[in-house]
């Protein structure tokens, strides 16, 4: 076991935990934050998707040793009500069908906009491809993604 003082949604948190230990069971197991889902386990998926300084990043094969004094954002930290301009898109079109898969989209797709502000459909569908939902929403993401792009508030 090693103690970690992990910089997460702007606050520190100390953790004593083995050092190969995921950084998406810390977040889970020790610190609930649960909004960040296990998908594969392999970072095929991107359910586990959070930002590590501010990049799209798979949790679940990042162990907590390799974070250091990285800021992480999960999806409780994207904004604090809910009203980041991607997740106010996810509502517009409606996209979340089981919502398994979201946290890791709207991830993703925040993360896309930060450094595209104005993304072609073929920057969308290369930035997204990793990230599978098992309802086949891709269609209703693409729009929110355009929607958020749109809206001209991203920070």
Avoid at 61 to 80: D, R, Y
Avoid at 94 to 121: E, F, H, K
Wanted: hydrophobic share 35%; glycine share 10%; with cysteine.
């Amino acid at each position: 076991m090693a103690t970690y003082e992990l910089k997460i949604n702007g606050n520190t948190h100390s953790v004593d935990v083995d050092p190969s230990t995921p950084i998406l069971w810390v977040l889970r197991d020790h610190l609930q934050l649960v909004g960040t889902k296990f998908g594969c386990g392999i970072s095929q998926c991107g359910a586990c998707t959070i930002h590590v300084e501010g990049n799209a990043t798979r949790s679940c094969q990042i162990p907590v040793s390799a974070i250091g004094n990285k800021k992480i954002t999960t999806i409780e930290g994207l904004s604090k009500n809910g009203d980041h301009p991607v997740q106010q898109a996810w509502l517009e079109h409606d996209v979340p069908q089981c919502g398994y898969c979201q946290a890791g989209q709207i991830m993703t797709a925040a993360a896309l906009l930060d450094s595209n502000p104005n993304p072609t459909d073929e920057d969308i569908e290369a930035t997204m491809s990793g990230n599978i939902c098992r309802c086949g929403t891709y269609t209703r993401i693409k729009a929110a993604i355009k929607t958020a792009a749109k809206s001209g508030s991203l920070s």
